[in-house]
T-cell receptor, first 115, second 116 residues
Framework: AQSVTQLGSHVSVSEGALVLLRCNYSSSVPPYLFWYVQYPNQGLQLLLKYTSAATLVKGINGFEAEFKKSETSFHLTKPSAHMSDAAEYFCAVTSPETGFQKLVFGTGTRLLVSP | EAGVAQSPRYKIIEKRQSVAFWCNPISGHATLYWYQQILGQGPKLLIQFQNNGVVDDSQLPKDRFSAERLKGVDSTLKIQPAKLEDSAVYLC??????????????FGDGTRLSIL
């Protein structure tokens, strides 16, 4: 069955520092992978997605993620954190196992940015 | 374009009462999803509609939860009777096409339900 694991429920960085949020997936067939961001009291917004094209995917707000099949990972990075990046981040997966019909989310990582 | 609209934003009820949530998807979006997001967890799919037909309701607790999407546009999700463990944020999302999920899901701001 498809699933994602997000390591670290909370990540703290200083403004200007590198952001690294980890996501590992489990799927018996090549999946599609997504990162969503959720600001307080709001719904989820798509940051970026991997759909079997380029393995390095660039998203909005300066975020990017790299699909590494050998490591079953899809970590999210941003070179320099801004205060406005403080939010909850969710990794999600779908695969041919469900006909790409079902999106399964991880438990989320809360990013804290200090001045 | 207007986003996914949900109402109410907040609801507080006592256990064993009933409650209903409403969702209006983005115009032209054929697929509509209801998710339950319990505090500290990721969203969990409850039900997926393609137009007005149900595609997946395998995780919907059908003894107390029901959902409908009349005319393939708006949708309502109902809980009757509510239990304490139903306290969560209920998110509605829509997408143009669910076939390959190449289209992103657009989320509403959710309804935060508190059960006393």
């Amino acid at each position: 069955a498809q699933s994602v694991t997000q390591l670290g429920s909370h990540v703290s960085v200083s403004e200007g520092a590198l952001v690294l949020l980890r996501c590992n997936y489990s799927s018996s067939v090549p999946p599609y992978l997504f990162w969503y961001v959720q600001y307080p009291n709001q719904g989820l917004q798509l940051l970026l997605k991997y759909t079997s094209a380029a393995t390095l995917v660039k998203g909005i707000n300066g975020f990017e993620a790299e699909f590494k099949k050998s490591e079953t990972s899809f970590h999210l990075t941003k070179p320099s954190a801004h205060m406005s990046d403080a939010a909850e981040y969710f990794c999600a997966v779908t695969s041919p196992e469900t006909g790409f019909q079902k999106l399964v989310f991880g438990t989320g990582t809360r990013l804290l940015v200090s001045p | 374009e207007a986003g996914v609209a949900q109402s109410p934003r907040y609801k507080i009820i006592e256990k064993r009462q009933s409650v209903a949530f409403w969702c209006n998807p983005i115009s032209g979006h054929a697929t509509l999803y209801w998710y339950q997001q319990i505090l500290g967890q990721g969203p969990k799919l409850l039900i997926q509609f393609q137009n007005n037909g149900v595609v997946d309701d395998s995780q919907l607790p059908k003894d107390r939860f029901s959902a409908e999407r009349l005319k393939g546009v708006d949708s309502t999700l109902k809980i009757q009777p509510a239990k304490l463990e139903d306290s969560a944020v209920y998110l509605c999302a829509s997408s143009l096409d669910s076939g390959t999920l190449s289209w992103p899901q657009h989320f509403g701001d959710g309804t935060r339900l508190s059960i006393l």
